[in-house]
């Protein structure tokens, strides 16, 4: 007979089966306790012992985080307000941290720039990542979208999470092995990294500042519009009304420009356009330009021969003008004949157009590549853009001809009458002295006050308080910890203990089995 246990189940005699029940079961469990205990114990302590080993032999790390948001224009498609490429590794440059390292003294707590280097991180952060995939979640879970329309929500919610990433960042400083530093001064360098990055490149490299070319002197010199003659000293004037409503206009298509005004006169981009406009409609051209018309002048002869010269050298522009249209029609001329037959068969030449020599060697064959490619079509529209451009200068071209030819005129008949000036021409010429003074005020006003606009676009608007970034939340800001004590350390931990108390238990209820049914 087998030898029962008391605490196992009795077996059926009749039928030779063994009746189990959950009070015998248990009790069977209880009975391996103690190995179960001596088991777990004994692992629990070689982990603890490997723990200590690792302890010593790994060095711990804190890692110190700063969450940032780009706001500059420009930030989500990489590019700077001043159109130069933004990257992340603009911020933990070698001389942003090298600036950083100095500032705060690193090499006193024996951290030396290359190590320092190699602790800084950059990387692309979203705050409201789960919150932007689960309400794309929950729109995927529409069973009654189409394939399309599934595929187009996919791609939204890749173009919302990229748009996400590429406007914020996380700097992290994770200072690993045994060196120490006070908490504060691992939560001021991340915050200083950007402070120097944003500072260095809006002060020194100019980021913020845009293309328009900006000077503090005045747009017009009074002292030098009081040397010129009066032919001259509106040509200097119209020259300077000229430049200032290109950089009026070229201000207005700033990002940001419409909403911004001067602090000291209260006028934005669009004041400072109509007042210029009324300055030269009623001021420069209304009572000032008739006046000049009249022919009134200091020195006839030097006039004379100062618009003579202009006109000689508008009248080159114009030929050489006409001989670049001619040599673009003769270009347009050869793509038409070619598209028609196949064949580079040259128009005729006109005498004063440039000569296809000019062009290289290998022109007709080039022409002839184009005209069989899908580049033909967009080069025979450039050309054709050309020839515009061209025609239009040659216009403008020929408008300077008439001023100037009407300005000799004038010139020549106030000489024939010399001989009748008298008091109406000395108050005309007093006239034209006061009133060029008050325009070349008024004029350098709208100057300054157009340059104080686009100082303010670029440093409060196109940045955050005068910043490229602003601070954003990020818990936890301070992470101190150890490999061992990490969350997979301790889960290796507890399964380890698990698997040795399974094992003892079941070990001892498989030997407690086998005494049982082994032979007296």
Request: proline share 3%; with cysteine; aromatic share 8%.
């Amino acid at each position: 007979m087998a030898k029962i246990q008391d605490n196992w189940p009795a077996a059926d005699a009749k039928n030779g089966v063994e009746e189990f029940s959950v009070a015998d079961l248990l009790g069977a469990i209880w009975e391996t306790r103690r190995w179960v205990g001596i088991a777990t114990l004994l692992t629990c302590l070689a982990l603890i012992g490997l723990a200590a080993l690792r302890y010593v032999a790994i060095p711990s790390y804190n890692v110190y985080r700063h969450a940032i948001q780009f706001t500059f224009a420009g930030a989500g498609s990489f590019t700077y307000p001043n159109e130069a490429q933004f990257s992340l590794y603009d911020i933990k440059s070698p001389a942003i941290l090298q600036t950083v390292f100095e500032e705060n003294n690193l090499a006193d707590y024996d951290i030396s720039l290359d190590e320092f280097t190699e602790f800084v991180s950059v990387e692309p952060f979203a705050p409201t990542y789960d919150m932007v995939v689960e309400n794309f979640r929950v729109r995927l879970e529409n069973r009654q979208l189409t394939v399309a329309e599934r595929r187009q929500v996919a791609l939204e919610m890749r173009q919302a999470i990229n748009a996400l990433t590429s406007r914020n960042a996380v700097i992290s400083f994770n200072i690993q092995g045994r060196q120490s530093i006070p908490a504060e001064l691992g939560a001021r360098l991340v915050n200083d990294i950007p402070e120097a990055w944003s500072n260095m490149f809006i002060n020194q490299l100019g980021v913020v500042a845009t293309p328009i070319a900006v000077s503090d002197q005045n747009i017009a010199d009074e002292e030098l519009a009081g040397t010129l003659d009066n032919q001259l000293l509106l040509d200097y004037l119209g020259e300077s009304f000229s430049r200032t409503r290109k950089h009026l206009e070229a201000l207005s298509e700033l990002a940001f420009a419409q909403g911004s005004v001067d602090n000291v006169t209260g006028k934005s981009v669009l004041d400072l356009i109509r007042e210029l406009e009324d300055l030269e409609t009623f001021r420069l051209q209304g009572s000032f330009t008739p006046l000049i018309q009249l022919g009134i002048t200091q020195n006839p002869d030097f006039i004379k021969i100062t618009y003579n010269n202009r006109l000689r050298e508008l009248q080159r522009d114009v030929l050489g003008v006409e001989a670049e249209m001619a040599a673009v029609q003769q270009t347009i001329d050869i793509f038409q004949v070619t598209t028609n037959t196949g064949d580079a068969q040259l128009p005729e030449i006109s005498p004063n157009a440039t000569s296809i020599s000019e062009f290289g060697n290998n022109f007709i064959d080039r022409i002839i590549e184009l005209t069989d490619s899908s580049l033909g079509f967009e080069y025979r529209r450039e050309l054709s853009e050309k020839f515009l451009e061209l025609n239009l200068s040659k216009i403008q071209f020929e408008q300077a001809i008439n001023r100037t030819r009407e300005r000799i005129n004038a010139t020549n008949n106030t000489q024939q009458g010399e001989n009748n000036r008298g008091a109406g021409q000395e108050n005309a010429q007093n006239m034209i002295k006061a009133e060029s003074k008050s325009i070349i005020n008024s004029l350098n006003e709208i100057w300054q006050t157009a340059n104080r606009v686009f100082s303010q676009i670029s440093t409060d608007r196109l940045s955050y308080n005068g910043r490229l970034y602003r601070s954003i939340p990020l818990e936890p800001a301070h992470i101190s910890s150890h490999p061992v004590f990490s969350q997979r350390s301790i889960l290796l931990f507890v399964a380890a203990n698990l698997a040795a108390f399974l094992f003892a238990m079941f070990a001892h209820l498989i030997l407690q089995m086998r005494r049982r049914t082994k032979p007296q």
